[in-house]
């Protein structure tokens, strides 16, 4: 996967990646500012969190607008398409797919008009584990019509499905009945909204513009759009914004378990999650890993970019020195072009490449932030064998991931991770590393400033504070199968629209079918 600031960059085979991460949503109330530029640099702030996919909705008052596409923010917007997305509220996505397949049917913000005329458009950061019983209930063809296979397309019709009732006061109706993490992000024509699951697994953040109010992932996009930070969204609120102000509502009591791994690895470095910086607690994790795993050496290196805060702090604990000895590059990332097993072997050598100088002759203490299926380390410790290293001691800054996330991570699989059934003595084996150590669970919570209480630790310890369903019930495919029942009844809603109308339900038009209204909401597809 490309990531905007060169995160995972190392990942050996697209095919097997490490840990994606949950998507990226923004949203816009300011009248008299052009609310899609905002919402792009907004989303290329969020770049990070999500790269398969992004959207842009956008309203003047009188109809919503869609326009997303597959691809990178910069591969799907340009100048003359954000020109002519001009309203006063905007929502934003940048899409990694943790329910339905990377298609553009499943890339957001979705969409969907209601039988009284209101339109509503939602961007969704999270996953729902009640989506397979919220989809029965609402029942299967009116929700993959659209054929989209994802929770957001289903959480979008059940908000439209009550045109009896405001966006509002339809939401508190519909929130309530979910389960799992979410950060939404949704508009009608006049007005913004926001809301956070109760447990607050994914961050949110409200910022406050000169002319208007800002929701976002992380505060770094509300940096980027000169938005000042008000407050995080708070677990079970409900945030309106219009003409009349700002409003708030609470949907579900709050029982705060932000997710854990967000200080690790997701969030940016320069982002805050509540209240403690990201590159201050991953600098503080690779501290408390020097005092947990000392070992003589003579050079830190970090794997970049992931693993350079907790490298920082394990060299400044550990009087070690710091200093390069990866080099990659920030140009690689997702290729369309399946290289033969015999180039696969050898892709690392186009995303990371030693300092050979730098690490000749030299003990190295390597750090990365995480150990998934082992691929990426593995090659890098024999990598830095082959440049002259004598030994390669690995330092993680985060505990052995053993357990899958169902909250918006995709791991792999728990057959799949390293972890799972080998212990420390196995993992360092398997990579081929003179030593192994992870930080421990308590050194990591301590790092974050946050009591262990309030945090969602489930892919490291196995406690998940959500129920879940039935293994058959779960997973990023989940409705996948729902999705191919209604094609093969109706295949004419896959033949690639240039255009969708919107008459009731979020239907794609083909090109046989006639001409959108112009006075419907429209969705664009590059």
């Known amino acids: 996967m490309p990531r905007g600031d060169g995160r995972l960059s190392h990942d050996l085979d697209p095919q097997r990646p490490g840990p994606q991460d949950a998507c990226g949503v923004f949203g816009v109330w300011a009248p008299g500012e052009e609310v899609a530029n905002l919402t792009y640099f907004g989303l290329y702030a969020l770049q990070h969190r999500g790269q398969e996919a992004a959207g842009i909705a956008v309203s003047d008052g009188t109809g919503v607008v869609v326009y997303k596409d597959l691809g990178l923010v910069a591969q799907v917007f340009d100048e003359p398409t954000l020109a002519s997305l001009r309203g006063h509220v905007a929502i934003g996505h940048a899409r990694y797919s943790t329910t339905g397949a990377s298609t553009w049917e499943n890339a957001q913000p979705t969409m969907r008009s209601t039988t009284s005329g209101t339109t509503i458009a939602l961007a969704h950061n999270g996953n729902l584990v009640n989506a397979a019983e919220l989809h029965r209930a609402a029942g299967e063809r009116e929700l993959m019509a659209d054929g989209a296979t994802n929770d957001t397309s289903l959480v979008t019709m059940l908000l ?6 405001s966006v509002e006061a339809a939401a508190l109706e519909v929130l309530p009945q979910l389960r799992g993490a979410f950060s939404f992000v949704f508009m009608d024509e ?19 513009l000169e002319r208007g109010w800002v929701v976002a992932s992380e505060t770094a996009a509300l940096d980027i759009v000169g938005a000042s930070v008000v407050r995080e969204v708070e677990p079970g609120e409900l945030i309106a914004i219009d003409e009349d102000g700002l409003r708030s509502a609470r949907f579900a009591s709050p029982e705060p378990k932000g997710c854990l791994f967000e200080y690790v690895y997701i969030a940016r470095p320069d982002a805050t999650i509540a209240g403690r910086n990201v590159h201050a607690a991953r600098v503080q994790i690779g501290r408390q890993l020097a ?176 129920d879940l369903p039935p293994d058959t019930l779960i997973g990023k495919h989940v409705l996948e199968g729902v999705g191919r029942r209604v094609a093969a009844e109706s295949p004419d809603l896959h033949s690639a629209p240039l255009v969708a109308a919107l008459s009731g339900h979020d239907t794609f038009s083909s090109a046989r079918a006639p001409r959108p209204d112009p006075e419907e909401p429209t969705t664009h597809r590059r």
């Open 160 to 165: 439209a499905s009550r045109p009896d009732l």
């Open 190 to 208: 006049s007005t913004l909204y926001a809301a956070r699951d109760q447990h607050g697994v994914r961050p949110l953040v409200l910022g406050r």
């Open 291 to 466: 005092r947990e795993h000392q070992v003589d050496a003579d050079l830190v290196i970090p794997v970049p970019e992931s693993g350079t805060p907790a490298a920082i702090g394990y060299a400044a604990e550990s009087g070690i020195t710091f200093g390069a000895g990866l080099m990659k590059n920030p140009y690689v990332g997702r290729t369309f072009i399946q290289p033969s097993q015999t180039l696969r072997q050898l892709g690392i050598r186009l995303k990371l490449n030693p300092l050979r100088e730098n690490v000749r002759g030299k003990r190295l203490v390597v750090v990365d932030d995480s150990i998934v299926r082992g691929n990426t380390q593995r090659a890098i410790v024999r990598m830095l064998r082959e440049a002259g290293a004598l030994e390669v001691h690995v330092r993680i800054s985060s505990p052995p991931v053993a357990w899958p996330c169902f909250y918006g991570i995709d791991f792999a699989t728990r057959a799949e991770l390293l972890a799972n059934g080998l212990d420390n003595e196995g993992i360092r084996r398997s990579i081929g590393a003179d030593t192994l150590g992870y930080v421990s669970l308590s050194g990591l919570i301590a790092a974050t400033e946050q009591p262990k209480s309030r945090l969602c630790r489930a892919c490291f310890d196995g406690e998940y504070p959500i």
